[in-house]
């Protein structure tokens, strides 16, 4: 149906330049801070799993905020669509104020138990240069969470354009930050430093100047949206009531980013009691395949919106139409992306300062994730599908029987009684996504994601405009 992947693609395209700019933010910071070796590119990626774990912690904040903001203003509610983003903001700037703090003075510490250097003898140096680079950025997140909040409010208004173009700027003045802080102004390998070199402290300080270059950008953009006009001392008149609504519509959602994410930690910590390089590989391997996710994750929205819009018609022949046309694109983009990728890694690898052990790690394990791509490509999208009507523990039940059941013993097994060491753990996390993706096939297509979730809009009143 080439109109239902218009559709899909119509809506997927913002939401996919703009994720794929958070991706090139963390590609570039991985790819200049590769210069400086294994040890210091461990930091950078333990930081960054400490960074995104914390993430998941206030997206109840931005999904439940995401799906109250979308109902009041197509109710035309503007007065209590106004008192939710007042209370989310300023609950955002607190959040952020106490992870911040948290992360400035105990990063390192976060980081030694992800790397389980708190039980080892002697430190392998990378929760050192993690308190660093963590130091750094953390007093910024009481920018980055009302920022992030702001983004996806943004996005639920049906403005994602602006998102996307704000990311694209950030993105741009991290990697020219970079370039000059890391290096020092040089060109590695070609020109002479032009003042002492920062390495990793350098690409904490651009990053923190591109969170705070987009915070401020995405905070204006919504502020001056002609549907909610807020000053700022609106900022400071919280609703309380409405914030607990939004908590209770997010947390579920929360819930199942922080069980996937903890999975993620313990395939990290897997990867670290492997060592240093076998974590190395790990981290520019799924730096890699962040650029097959990011299609992915775009058209999983994408599929989300068209499919609840849907839903909420009744329209249940065209929600199974637009479910069956997704899918496909995803099975076909996807591997295709994949396959690119894989095909590219050895040239991207000549980039990096690493060992050839390190370099034959990522690319035997970049061929395997497009090996098993089709696998990848169905946890990626069907997520989007269940939760349109509103499945939403499902995912979380997936999430954890694919870890509980196959994922974790088969890593620790082969590990531990095989001893298969790297590939022991990352046999697991492959296992984990093909479970996954064979569960999520069977739960999709029994259909009980088809079903309304939309109730009867209240009378409004006609003092209301926009």
Do not use: C
Request: proline share 4%; no cysteine; charged share 10%.
């Amino acid at each position: 149906m080439r109109a239902a992947h218009q559709r899909l693609l119509g809506l997927a395209w913002p939401m996919i330049l703009q994720s794929l700019g958070f991706t090139l933010t963390s590609f570039t910071d991985n790819l200049m801070v590769g210069q400086l070796g294994e040890t210091t590119i461990a930091a950078m990626g333990n930081s960054m799993q400490l960074l995104f774990f914390l993430v998941l912690t206030y997206s109840m904040l931005s999904q439940g905020g995401g799906i109250v903001v979308a109902q009041y203003f197509g109710a035309r509610q503007y007065v209590a669509l106004r008192e939710s983003i007042a209370s989310l903001l300023l609950v955002g700037v607190l959040v952020g104020a106490i992870l911040g703090f948290g992360l400035h003075r105990f990063g390192g510490f976060f980081v030694s138990l992800i790397t389980l250097d708190v039980i080892r003898e002697t430190s392998s140096g990378v929760p050192e240069l993690a308190a660093v680079y963590l130091g750094i950025v953390g007093p910024l997140l009481i920018m980055q969470v009302p920022s992030f909040i702001s983004q996806s409010i943004l996005q639920s208004l049906g403005d994602t354009r602006g998102p996307m173009q704000i990311t694209l700027a950030g993105v741009v003045l991290n990697a020219i930050g970079n370039f000059i802080l890391i290096f020092g102004g040089a060109i590695p390998n070609v020109t002479e430093p032009l003042f002492t070199p920062l390495g990793l402290k350098g690409a904490a300080i651009a990053t923190a100047f591109a969170w705070a270059f987009m915070a401020v950008l995405m905070l204006r953009r919504l502020l001056a949206h002609s549907a909610i006009r807020l000053s700022f001392r609106d900022l400071f008149r919280p609703v309380w009531h409405r914030l607990g609504k939004i908590v209770r519509l997010g947390y579920p959602l929360s819930l199942d980013g922080l069980l996937w994410q903890s999975a993620t930690l313990f395939y990290v910590m897997m990867f670290n009691f492997a060592g240093t390089e076998a974590y190395a590989a790990f981290v520019i391997t799924m730096t890699l395949r962040a650029f097959f996710i990011v299609p992915g994750v775009g058209i999983q929205q994408a599929l989300a919106i068209a499919l609840g819009q849907a839903l909420g018609r009744n329209a249940f022949k065209r929600a199974r139409v637009l479910r069956r046309e997704g899918l496909k694109l995803v099975l076909v983009v996807l591997p295709a992306i994949g396959l690119i990728i894989a095909l590219l890694t050895p040239l991207i690898l000549s980039l990096y300062d690493i060992s050839d052990t390190t370099r034959h790690l990522v690319i035997v394990m970049v061929v395997s994730f497009f090996v098993f791509s089709a696998s990848g490509a169905v946890t990626v999208s069907v997520p989007g599908i269940l939760r349109a009507g509103g499945e939403t523990r499902a995912v979380l039940a997936i999430t954890a029987a694919g870890f509980a059941l196959v994922g974790a013993p088969t890593a620790l097994i082969a590990t531990l009684v095989l001893d298969l060491g790297v590939w022991g753990v990352f046999a697991g996390f492959l296992a984990d996504e093909v479970a996954k993706s064979i569960i999520m096939l069977i739960v999709q297509r029994r259909d009980r994601w088809v079903r309304s979730l939309a109730e009867p809009a209240p009378a409004q009143p006609v003092a209301e405009t926009a």
